[in-house]
């Protein structure tokens, strides 16, 4: 190891930025540590906003970095192409020289889903979100937009473009039943604000294919189509399997209860590209929810291995699930650790403004802990599913 400490994080999105602040910010740490994150910009993406900016109700979700990352780590602009394990480096997509690194951690998040139809849209970065944007814009009274998924993001989006386009015919086509992770109630409530806002629900409908007017679905029918967005999940970055490291199939870093590498103990995982095991992250989605407390728990491992000490297995769980319903409504279902719906729900405008806080409190927990390094607490998972 060299005299300096040299953590390198790839992807500043919500785990990147929480553990490279709980990082730089530590008091335990020698003052030879460097911090250093990756990111193909600048900026950090509020990506829980996105739905905004492809509906028009927001001009960007980007936040200057500095204004979310302490001072102490450095940013490199640029993308990483490749990681070398066994050299402890990673590559640059624009051929800058090396970086050596003595521990990685991998954030970089999620992105379109391989099984997403060629010719849909998506609404997975500010690049796409903004060719959504685009094409929405042009679209002409009467037009048809196919919203696929019957998750929290297609809602999100669907009741955001309705709102914001009422002349568009807007419909929402779910291979399952949407909504179904609600409670009953909560459900209710969605369902009942998207007809309101002339948003047609198609559940048990899965679609096969879709071009530039149509959507194909497996029961043979053909819908007319003018815009089709994929939001059904997203995929894996393909980073860790070209560099040749462990992945699950979708391509995820596989990491062990602690959020480490068990081929290589040098490197970390938090956030949506990572796997890990069931018995403490089976209840996890991809999410910001469990991003955040992902990337401090990372940062956490990474100190105790620089300490010498056995990193400690993660524990985080959920509380609440918040979906807006276009500006002026929104949904707050409160759920067990393990993510199953409990009976309270807030809808309505309260239901908007509280989502809204909770879209503000991501960044507050950021830069709160940007102020006081281990100042962010997390709610604890359920039990590890050996210990039930
Ligand atoms: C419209 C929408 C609404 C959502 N709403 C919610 C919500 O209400 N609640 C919730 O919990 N979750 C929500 N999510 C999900 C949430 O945004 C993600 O789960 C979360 O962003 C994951 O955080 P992350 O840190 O893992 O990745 P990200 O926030 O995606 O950050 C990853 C970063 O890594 C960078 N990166 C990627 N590849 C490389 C590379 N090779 N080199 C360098 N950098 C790289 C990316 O550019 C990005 O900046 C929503 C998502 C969308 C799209």
Not at 251 to 257: A, I, K, Y
Not at 302 to 329: D, E, F, M, N
Not at 334 to 359: F, H, M, N, W, Y
Request: charged share 20%; proline share 4%; with cysteine.
């Amino acid at each position: 190891m060299s005299a300096r400490f040299r953590v390198v994080i790839i992807g500043a999105g919500y785990a990147g930025v929480m553990a490279a602040n709980r990082l730089a910010g530590s008091k335990q740490l020698p003052e030879s540590l460097t911090v250093t994150i990756v990111n193909p910009v600048a900026d950090f993406l509020e990506r829980i906003r996105l739905h905004e900016v492809a509906a028009g109700s927001r001009a960007s979700a980007a936040v200057p970095m500095r204004s979310v990352l302490n001072q102490r780590a450095d940013v490199i602009a640029d993308s990483v192409l490749k990681i070398d394990p066994i050299n402890r480096q990673v590559y640059f997509s624009s051929g800058r020289a090396p970086l050596s690194y003595d521990a990685l951690l991998y954030s970089v998040g999620s992105t379109q889903a391989a099984k997403a139809p060629v010719g849909a849209y998506g609404l997975q970065d500010a690049e796409s979100a903004g060719r959504l944007r685009a094409r929405l814009s042009q679209l002409e009274e009467g037009a048809r937009v196919s919203i696929i998924g019957g998750g929290l993001t297609s809602i999100e989006l669907s009741a955001e473009i309705a709102e914001r386009y009422p002349g568009l015919q807007v419909r929402l086509v779910s291979r399952g039943v949407i909504a179904d992770t609600l409670s009953h109630s909560g459900r209710h409530a969605v369902r009942k604000r998207l007809s309101a806002l002339g948003v047609e629900m198609m559940d048990n409908t899965d679609v096969q294919a879709c071009d530039s007017s149509s959507v194909r679905t497996s029961g043979g029918d053909t819908l007319t189509s003018d815009c089709t967005i994929w939001a059904a999940g997203f995929g894996a970055p393909a980073l860790a399997r070209d560099s040749g490291l462990p992945t699950d199939a979708e391509g995820r870093l596989m990491v062990d209860e602690s959020l480490s590498c068990p081929q290589y103990a040098d490197i970390f995982g938090a956030g949506d590209a990572v796997r890990i095991p069931d018995s403490v992250a089976g209840h996890l989605r991809m999410s910001c929810a469990a991003a955040l407390p992902l990337g401090a728990h990372a940062a956490d491992s990474i100190l105790a291995r620089l300490q010498k000490q056995a990193p400690a297995p993660l524990s985080a769980g959920y509380v609440l699930k918040c979906i807006s319903l276009g500006r002026k409504s929104g949904l707050i279902q409160t759920v067990t650790a393990d993510d199953r719906p409990r009976s309270l729900v807030v809808r309505g405008r309260l239901g908007g403004l509280a989502k809204e806080q909770i879209c503000r409190m991501t960044l507050g927990w950021i830069r709160g802990e940007l102020r006081r390094s281990g100042s962010y607490k997390w709610a604890k998972g359920p039990l590890p599913t050996a210990a039930r």
